[in-house]
């Protein structure tokens, strides 16, 4: 594939991509993640949209690229959906927890939800972005409705508040064991479709 | 009780309220919640701690005025200590979620969960609050350990963020009812010390 250029322009495949992602970012800040086109983001950095596939994939890549998320929903999925319908509340918390014990991810994640707690362009990204990429996909693979993994989802989210935003004791510093054995029966609870 | 007020203040009963309020706020940011004395707020606002004491009784009521939260933990845990032991998870979840569908104390609830969220030093003083007005107390009025009790708070506080803050669907307009249904035997099982 050759990427097209607009003549007059000499941007080679990094600059592209930096402009493709500026693109992204002012579009999904400007319009959400629902209404930006992958056509869109092309025409906003004045390239062909192949050469947005090319580099991405698909707008999920793209968003997580240009928001420089530490995680790939596509690529996390089948861990949560397979394997024994029994242990899915074990195997969400234990993702979850490791991917908040590990600076790499937890930073950018922090940074995250800082901004999408004050603003509410980046809500708004935000809620578009965990609606399509996560919430649809695994309440298609758990057979659950998607209130249940929302209410699951939040479990984890107000754990990760209280043990690395708020910092209260002794969640904080509580064993990363201790904590499976106290969420993951609860997360079990949530996605058990049968649950009164 | 006369308030003591040094010679050439001309200081009336609101101003002194007021400038006990802002002392109040100075400190506590300062230094913590734990660190800031009565005797230190009356200090900073160059007033007689009785007057302190005479306005607000406690150091805890000094510290939901100066932030103008728009609940006393002091008022709140006999509501939630009291009664059936084997219904404080759907009391806990019913009093939260009353909490957060009146905009009278959801508009300053939501304002501290975003300045705790991006200033540390209020992070600190939420946390140091959190931990003496309502964990301990919920803690010895229940007999479960506080890591139990600080993991069902974080249910309630995911809640709240995915529910009003990001405001994901179907949590955003679910019906409280329903949500009762899903979050109090997760509050109970939390709350019940002899779970596994």
Redesign the interface.
Known sequence: MTPTRRPGRRAGPTESRGEILAAARRLFAERGYDATTVRAIAQEAEVDAALVHHFFGTKERVFVAALELPIQPAELLPQLVGGPRDEVGERFARLFLALWRDPATRSPLLAL??S???NRQV?AM??QF??AAM?GPLAGALGV????I??A???????????Y???????AS?DEE??V???A??IQ??LDAES?
Do not use: D, Y
Request: proline share 9%; glycine share 2%.
């Open positions: 939800i800082r999408a707690t004050t809500a935000v809620r965990i609606t919430l409705p998607r209130l249940r929302v209410t989802a939040s479990q984890l989210v107000g754990l990760v508040m209280l043990r935003v708020i910092e209260v004791e002794p969640l509580a201790e904590i054995r106290l969420i029966p609860v609870r949530h009164p």
